[in-house]
């Protein structure tokens, strides 16, 4: 019963709000007339007898306030009260509110880009059940861990006993032919113990299991596909079961769909179709690197059984790593580089592998180091941003504590409009990360390989967001709302001013700026280095033409021609092309320049520098390849159509190779010889020496690089098919004579991207460019919010002086003393800002100095000019509040006061 | 300062109900009531009645109807409730063992001890 009444009271108050407001209205003022008439008929007059029964009752706000309490009003009623003040209050300032927004907005924002990047690179884990417990094992000399050939893999998983089992994985592109037309798809091989250690459930059907995997049997293969590919291709309809695949030019069976979450073992790629290695192995016959004891290329994973330790699992491989190696590794491996001074080692598999991941972690974690610091420079901001509006507010505030405010109250007001700011900077600030995340991705995305990175905003991120939100609110809310609403109230109304109390807050936030002041400094210090180091990286002169230069891949994998037919359809391709209107020049080549490919060779010269035996890099190129790429012929001739199979062997050397092999002579008719334990080449003749052009990176000055003519190289390298170059006036023409030409002669293969040489050229510089472009924006953003702070903190200071500043100009200061001291005032926040900011940037330089090329991180012009800069927007910040104080009118000032 | 506010809130409560246990009765009469039986020895903060009433309500002691007062206007009438009356009877006799005893303590002498 009397809960029964308690909850219909608090109904009727909740639910009835306005009726009860107007019935308590009623009610009060008719008690107040009543007492009013009972004076009145005592001999007092109307008027009179008003005003005394008003004061006889008391302050009737306050009976209100205390009335809505009594009836269980006060909770949810009051906070919706404040609520809905608070909208009020930031609506009633939306210049405020809009820039509180935004700097909240950009320091979550960019936070959370950052971090969700290094979260799906680095942190997640792989969706499998425990995937604590699995491990990768590698093989490689100490420090240079890499895949393991598939002898290493089947002896060592025929020993090991410390795992419940181990599986490989590759990762490879291949070809699907769908209704006669063929287009690359994201692929992989795994071994049949791959899905029931992973332990993944299917989404649909089975996943691939030992049988699948067995080598010869019926030629009938299964395979099992992604989700989303299962939603492209077949609607998502459990009919894709028992459908046929043509991959690679071979039929597979679909036996099963991957969950939703499983996008490989591999972060960055996700495989539309995994089939069993047994497809490869019978697909390429003899030539299947499955059992080449000389081929590394699976990703060996396994899964520690439940109580082995990762030390005890270590131990265990360390006990039968001598074994495995003597039985798998090739009797000549010593001679092999990527074979020689290997060990087998174990490293967490928690998270899957992530090539993309090792190249951008120190990129990535010198952002988020960036970021971190962007967020307390915008807490610094917001904190004094809201303490310049807590002094206009102090008297809403004084009046409010006047009419029966508590101070609770007052303060609760305060953290709920910092937490609708927080709560909206934080959403404006996801939505914001969603964009600056795909923009990230856009660097590091390299134009050849697509970047599939699963960016959806998880529960780290989430949590991370909201952990800023709420610091936000605490540093800048919370703090400030308890030192804002301690005051006398009484003495503040009589006085009518709030001196003592705006000095004192004024003194936090100056404390604050030099605070903003350094960290600006140093964000912008460190952009300056890298967009300097980034552009001297893009004006290196790379060795070969840039504009106009396209490259196109090609998969001839599964043409019937063979041999002299394959060059044959090279030739009619190349003329084809060669003919093409627009199209200057076009050659065939094996390695693309600024790619992450590479081909090795050790080589003595046959006459000259004797035996002594050097290690090379290798190219195998076309007829007419250097005029193609632009880079010079220095002595000699370039391969042409006589450069043939049956031909007297040549080749062309570079300048640093020439160089090396003949320091002395013309290298010029001169020989040199492989000196790889299987001699890949002939003795080859040096028919040309060319200028040094850029290998692998832009950074490396250009290795000694031997070339070989293609039609020649071909013999020896029977399964390899070279792309195709051309130069022409615009990159459209050359894309069109391609498509033609692939039509005409090849037209069941896919058209695989094509790239620019000034794409390539910018892809291979992904980080340096990632790091520029993202630091610059940072670095900006970090000089608006500072001058945005103390434009604020000078306009407040300058209207509180105004009364004094009209008193020294009625005194005889001119315009200039007064605008000087105002300045000088500014000048402090620098006189310490600046220096702090040095020495943060000094002690951040040691971590980037090895992200940088060629500039010393403590380059004095940069930082001179980082610091001018930082002067230049301050002084620009303090200047236009300071010219508005040197207009003040001494009548208007001293009048006002 | 806590202590003084809790028992002047318990007392008057205590007034209110009495005064509404002889018949309905609007805020300004209750306060005419309670004034009118202590024979004005009693001074009552006129605003500080309306939160009492608000709480009594609340919590089911006394219930509220709106009527018409003496000289014709609309006025919130309060009585009270059964659960009230149980309240009123168990607090009255508690504030009457209470006094007996405190009267008790302050009567006694030196030599009683």
New interface residues.
Partial sequence: MRLWSRLRSWLRVTLGRSRMESEMDAELRFHVEAYAQDLVRGGVQRDEAMRRARIAFGGIERVKEEGREARGASLVESLVQDFRYGLRMLGKTPGFTLIAVTILALGVGSNTAVFSLIDALLLRSLAVPEPQELVHISYGPPGQPGPLSGPMFDRLRERQSSFTDLFAWTNAPMVLTENGVARPIQAAYATGSAFPTLKLTPRLGRLLEWQDDEAGGANRFNAVISEAFWVEHFRAEAGALGQTLIVNGAAATIVGVMPRSFNGITVDYAPQVVLPFAFETALHGKSSGRFEPAQRWLFAMGRRKPGVSNTRAQANLAAIAGDVLKEALPAHYQSVDYLRDGGLSLAPGRTGNSPLGEVYSRPLWTLQALVGLLMILCCANLASLLLSRSLSRQHELVVRSALGAGRMRLIRQLVIESTMLAVAGAGAGIVLSQWMSSLLVGYIEQSDFPVFLDLRPNAAVFLWTIGLAVLTVVLAGALPALHMTRFDTEAMLRSGKQRGLSRRKNRLAACLLPLQVALSLLLVSVALLFAVSTGRLLRVAPGFQVKGVTLFGVDFEHRPEKGEARLELYRKMLDAIRQSPGVEAASVLAIRPLSEAGIDQSAAAVEGNGPEEKHLFQNVVGANYFATAGTKVLVGREFSQVDRSGGTPVCILNQAAAKFFFPRQIALGMHVRSTMPIATLPNCEIVGVVADAKYNSLRQPAPPTIYHPYEQASLIFPDFDPGFITRSRGTSAAVAAFKDALHRFAPDTPLLPVVTMQRQLEDSVGRERLLAVTSLFFGGVALLLTSIGLYGLETQRVTQRTAEIGLRVALGAQRHDVLRSILREAALFFVVGVPMGLALTAVASRFVGSLLYEISPLDPALHAVAVLAMLAVGFLAAYLPARRATRVDPMVALRYE | MDKQLDLLQGTLDMLILKAVSLGPL???GI?LRIQQISKDRLEI????L???L??L????WIASEWGE?E?K????YYRLTA?GKRRFQTEAEKWNRMTEVIAAILGTKPEEV
């Fill in positions: 609007h805020g300004y306060l903060q006129q605003g500080s309306y939160p009492a608000y709480r309500e609340h919590q089911g007062s000289n206007r609309r006025a919130k659960a």
